[in-house]
């Protein structure tokens, strides 16, 4: 097995021991990079139609049409159910922007939904006061790994008729009763930046059971063509690579093995680290099955330490780090700017978690040791 960072990082003048984040490659990535350069077919092509079939057959969905990026599978999966301007989608507050930013790229409106303080995932029993008659979508974001509550939020879309995309770019191989996320919904989207639980480098796909949504999907990440130079509708280059999905193969395969370890990694960080008073450790939903793309933990004020001096002792011990995120999505400048103040917004549970958070390494690459000597450095400041 390659490492695919080094053992350190060297990130804003800090040597990291132990990383927030390391993806893993073997062999086989290598081979098939080859391969791919070897055919000289290095755009969309043979490892990109194997890729889609085999992450449908994972996720448990008829079709997958893989992008390039995350991003660009989320605005895809709106253009295909055809979100248009005026459409209100709700969504959480507490996400990566794209969450909401691909809604503006339909001209769609993000309506902001405040969140369980225990998942961090959207809270469903506020969503119906916030569908109106523009409504046209929830988009529910599995965050951290964790499934939301899907039966609750199905229920409320088939009462109204809205449709569901799952924003499943931090849930691969999650679980919600025992059914794969990327599944549920009306469309499930999935991202493979070099930080997820697997990578093409960069990379998305979306997933979906309706033959009609798959192939506007397919025309609307390929220029709006629906054969060679014949342009039905308005689309973008969103197309993946075949290098991009020559990686995403192998990575495929191991998937389950890197979450399995994720597990076992953060279930020794909550033993250990759900005896520190001041310190939250992750709840896990029993109807769900948590694949902990992220570790976060809580910092309350009966710790001895702010976050931030916790940050700074983690730098000192080249502990990675993470604050996933460290500002609700309508408290972006972009969001701010388009009027989205926090009377209007109303999620205070959002702005309370963004002060709070705190995401520790977690991932494969994390041995014993490093969560023995993470471990140690958070006691041995929290009683210094």
Sequence with gaps: MFNGWLNSSFIQGVIYIITIAKPLFGEKEFEN???????GMLTQGKFVEDFEREFAHYIGVKFAVATNSGTSALHTALAALGIKSGDEIITTDF???????????????PIFCDIDPKTYNISPELIEDKISDQTTAILPVHLYGQSCDMTKIMKIAKEYGLFVIEDACQAHGAEYNEKKVGSIGDIGVFSFYPTKNMTTGEGGILTTNNEIIAEKARMFRNQGQSKI??????GYNYRMTNIAAAIGLPQLERLDAGNTKRRENARYLTKELQKIKGIVTPYVAPDANHIFH???IRIEKDFSLSRS???????EKGIGFGIHYPRPIHKQPLFEHLGYTNEIVNCPVSLEMSEKVLSLPVHPGVTQTDLEYIVNVIKTRRTS
């Design 95 to 109: 996400s990566f922007v794209a969450s909401a930013t691909c809604m503006l790229m339909q001209r769609a409106k």
């Design 309 to 315: 001096q916790l940050i700074d002792t983690l730098k």
């Design 294 to 296: 992220q570790y976060t």
């Design 229 to 234: 130079y014949f342009h039905d509708s308005l």
């Design 33 to 39: 990079i080859k391969a791919v350069l070897n055919s």
